[in-house]
């Protein structure tokens, strides 16, 4: 064990390398899983016409069905990896709370929730 500890001791900058690769490959693989168990495509909420990048992973991200992505990974404070794994753990529990999302239809379903809030706040100021 301490020659272990000696050669990260004498090695750092190859011992940051190496953990960053294992890393890497971890995170990967997590998100990999995790896009597997959502269809691996874009849900299309909106009805898009996704062309040929619908089910291409670079442009996927997971989406909490009910707005709370923001709240989930301030629960847990970790960063995104540990995020991933939380929501796998979460999905592969039974949860319908995630979905996948193209980066588009991501970005609509948030320009539609900050229109029902002013919206929202528009008739509340009405009132």
């Known amino acids: 064990m301490g ?10 900058q190859r011992f940051r390398e190496l953990c960053s690769k294992a890393n890497k490959t971890w995170r990967h693989k997590i998100k990999n899983e995790l896009y597997k168990l959502l269809g691996n495509k874009c849900a299309n909420p909106y009805n898009l016409n996704h062309g040929d990048f619908e089910n291409d992973p ?8 009910h707005n709370r992505g923001a709240e989930d990974r301030r629960e847990i404070k970790k960063h995104r990896a540990n995020y991933y794994n939380y929501v796998l753990k979460q999905v592969k529990a039974g949860s319908k709370e995630y979905q996948l999302l193209c980066a588009n239809c991501n970005w ?9 809030i002013e919206i929202e706040r528009n008739k509340k100021k009405n009132v």
């Open 58 to 65: 670079r442009f996927l991200q997971v989406d909490h069905v």
């Open 108 to 116: 609509l379903k948030e320009i539609k929730r900050k229109e029902e």
């Open 3 to 12: 020659s272990n500890i000696n050669w990260r001791k004498n090695h750092p």
